[in-house]
């Protein structure tokens, strides 16, 4: 069961019930949902986890669905870490791991994030669900929806990949293509269903995607026997799942799981679209809109993310650092994890292996640094991207 007690702001501290449906908090932040953490440490030890199925469901006490009816589940999480020797060995780094989020329903960790978002929803009485994506989420949406027999409608921009308008389609999802970035999805959205009964699953303006995807440090930490490793890179867009195992780290260590020490923290961002990049270097907590994005990393095409501050306090923080890597080293990173991890990952997931040799050149990392990059998704949905590699 659930210990889900209450959502809180992370910048102004105002409380919310979780009876109710919220999107922000009235300052504008994005909320937390908070749990009973002392429950918990009495109740489930990292132990006990062990004999548990293998899905992101494991955390349930965590994870805000209070009843497991409501539980709407395609079998999401739990995904492999997988050792990269061959890799590793190429770059001097014999502890080097590969989270492969390809495995996840619809090829993507969004189907985390939407999971445990679609079956709250699903409890709190909610029937019509719309996103604004550059295509992985609102696929993840449509698919949930499906399951839950509830309605999707997603705004898509122009040049998403097929898969995604594929997937969305076949799902039944009420698909529209806008022409611009998704932050003009986003407006076209909040425009064209204002007055309706739709519920706005855009991410961080609702509070569950985050804890779905959160997991991801959960399953690290029990994946590697119950340490953390030396570092994370993580390719950021609206950094849902980078503030999410921040927060996981913070609820660990209440629960007295880990001590103080936390992964350094790596955001890799794509040049063509790097608002984070731009803001670390100035020094600023929050980030300005990037004009016009161009990558054919789709999920990196995030002008302005909401959670700005927290993506960069966060890194700041563990003391790591945002980068920026062309799409042309993404797509050479693709070619290159494929060839020795026999893997065939997407360009947003390889941009991490772009950041790593980055941050081996700078002198960041080396040695015998255990080192996690997050392969976001499976890079048979970006055949148009990848078909000037053959
Ligand atoms: C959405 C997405 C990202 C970015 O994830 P955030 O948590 O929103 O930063 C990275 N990779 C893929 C494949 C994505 O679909
Ligand atoms: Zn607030």
Request: proline content about 5%.
């Amino acid at each position: 069961m659930s210990f889900l007690t209450h959502l809180e702001c992370p910048r102004c501290s105002k409380r919310y019930s979780t009876k109710e449906v919220h999107n922000l908090c009235e300052c504008g932040s994005t909320l937390f949902a908070r749990y009973d953490l002392k429950r918990t440490s009495g109740t489930v030890s990292p132990q006990a986890l062990k004999s548990r199925a293998p899905d992101l469901w494991r955390y349930r006490e965590v994870l805000p669905v209070e009843s497991d009816e409501s539980i709407i589940s395609l079998g999401e999480g739990f995904t492999p870490l997988i050792h990269a020797r061959r890799l590793g060995d190429r770059l001097g780094l014999p502890n080097l791991y590969l989270k492969d989020e390809s495995q996840n329903p619809t090829g993507s960790f969004k189907a985390r994030g939407m999971a445990v978002a679609v079956s709250k929803a699903h409890e709190l009485g909610i029937r019509r669900l719309a996103v604004p994506s550059a295509g992985n989420a609102g696929g993840a949406m449509a698919a949930y929806a499906a399951k839950a027999g509830m309605e999707a409608a997603i705004f898509m921009p122009e040049g998403t990949p097929l898969a995604n308008r594929l997937e969305c389609a076949l799902h039944g999802a009420k698909t529209t293509v806008v022409a611009g970035s998704i932050k003009d999805c986003g407006r076209v959205m909040r425009e064209s269903l204002a007055g309706g009964d739709w519920f706005d699953l855009s991410t961080l303006r609702e509070p569950y995607r985050l804890e779905g995807k959160k997991t991801m440090a959960y399953e690290v930490f029990e994946q590697l026997d119950g340490r953390l490793p030396d570092a994370m890179i993580y390719p950021t867009g609206g950094g849902t799942g980078l503030i999410g195992m921040w927060k996981a780290f913070d609820e660990m260590q209440e629960l007295g799981w880990i001590s103080q020490r936390r992964p350094r923290m790596f955001s890799v961002q794509a040049q063509g679209c790097a608002p984070m990049v731009r803001a670390f270097a100035a020094g600023s907590v929050v980030a300005e809109e990037w004009e016009d994005p161009q990558t054919l990393a789709s999920g990196l095409r995030v002008p302005a993310a909401i959670g700005d501050f927290l993506i960069l306090r966060a890194v700041r923080t563990s003391r790591g650092t945002v980068l920026a890597v062309s799409d042309a080293d993404m797509l050479g990173a693709v070619r290159e994890i494929a060839e020795t991890e026999g893997m065939i990952t997407s360009p947003e997931g390889a941009a991490t292996l772009t950041g790593l040799k980055k941050l081996l050149a700078d002198g960041f990392l080396g040695g015998h640094e255990s080192v996690v990059l997050f392969l976001t998704a499976t890079g048979y949905k970006y055949t148009e991207a990848l078909e000037q590699l053959v």
